[in-house]
Antibody, heavy 117, light 108 residues
Framework: QVQLQESGPGLVKPSETLSLTCTVS??????????WGWIRQPPGKGLEWIGS???????YYNSSLKSRVTISGDTSKNQFSLKLTSVTAADTAVYYC?????????WGQGTLVTVSS | SYVLTQPPSVSVAPGKTARLTCGGD??????VHWYQQKSGLAPVLVIH???DRPSGIPERFSGSNSGNTATLTISRVEAGDEADYYC???????????FGGGTKLTVL
C-alpha cells in the first residue's frame, strides 16, 4: 500500500517561494502506471488540483496556477516536489501530495502552509 | 476547463438515504470518483469509476452516473457518515483534474 508524506516549511513569507517535498513509500515515482500530484485546500474551502507529474517527467498544471507552479521528480530519492512562487495570503492552505492511479487519488496526510510575514 | 457542481449542503436523518449529486456537462462520458473528508483529515476514496467501492468501504455507499449528473448514494445513514463529500474527474486527454466544490452532509 502506497504511503505519501509531505514535508517542508509551515510558514512562508509573502512574495517568497513555497517549496514542499513528497516522499513516497510502497510505490515508485518512476512507475509508468501512475501520475503523482499536488492538491491544496484553503481553510474552510474545497479541494483544488495544483498539478501532476508523470514518470517521464511530463507535467500538467492547473491553468489558474500554471505561471507560478513547478512540479519535479527525484527518482533517486523516490520523491517529487512542488514549488509555488510569489505567494500571497491566498496561498495559505493544507497541501496534499497524492498518487493518481487511473484517474483517482491516494492521499498523503497533508501539511498546513501559512503565508504570513 | 470542466465544471463540477455540487450542492453545498445536504441533511438527512439517521437510517434514511442520502443522495449527493455532482453535475457536469455530459458527465456520463467520464469516470467519476467520490471522496469523503472528515474534519481535519485527508480525503478518503469511497467510490471510484462511478460505482465501484474500494475495499473497506461499506456496501451502504454506492454510485451512479447518467446524463449530466453523477450521484453518490448513502443508505441507512449513520452519524459517522457526517463529512464533506467531493466528486472528481480526470480528463485523460488533457490530463487535467477537476473537483466539485463539495457537499457537507449533516446527519440530523
Amino acid at each position: 500500500q502506497v504511503q505519501l508524506q509531505e514535508s517542508g516549511p509551515g510558514l512562508v513569507k509573502p512574495s517568497e517561494t513555497l517549496s514542499l517535498t513528497c516522499t513516497v513509500s510502497g510505490g515508485s515515482v518512476s512507475s509508468n502506471r501512475y501520475y503523482w500530484g499536488w492538491i491544496r485546500q484553503p481553510p474552510g474551502k474545497g479541494l483544488e488540483w495544483i498539478g501532476s507529474i508523470y514518470y517521464s517527467g511530463s507535467t500538467y498544471y492547473n491553468s489558474s496556477l500554471k505561471s507560478r507552479v513547478t512540479i519535479s521528480g527525484d527518482t533517486s530519492k523516490n520523491q517529487f516536489s512542488l514549488k509555488l512562487t510569489s505567494v500571497t495570503a491566498a496561498d495559505t492552505a493544507v497541501y496534499y501530495c497524492a498518487r493518481l492511479s487511473s484517474g483517482w487519488f491516494s492521499w498523503g496526510q497533508g501539511t498546513l502552509v501559512t503565508v504570513s510575514s | 476547463s470542466y465544471v463540477l457542481t455540487q450542492p453545498p449542503s445536504v441533511s438527512v436523518a439517521p437510517g434514511k438515504t442520502a443522495r449527493l449529486t455532482c453535475g457536469g456537462d455530459n458527465i456520463e462520458t467520464k469516470n467519476v470518483h467520490w471522496y469523503q473528508q472528515k474534519s481535519g483529515l485527508a480525503p478518503v476514496l469511497v467510490i471510484h469509476y462511478n460505482n465501484d467501492r474500494p475495499s473497506g468501504i461499506p456496501e451502504r455507499f454506492s454510485g451512479s452516473n447518467s446524463g449530466n449528473t453523477a450521484t453518490l448514494t448513502i443508505s441507512r445513514v449513520e452519524a459517522g457518515d457526517e463529512a464533506d463529500y467531493y466528486c472528481q474527474v480526470w480528463d485523460n486527454i488533457s490530463d487535467d483534474v477537476f473537483f466539485g466544490g463539495g457537499t457537507k452532509l449533516t446527519v440530523l
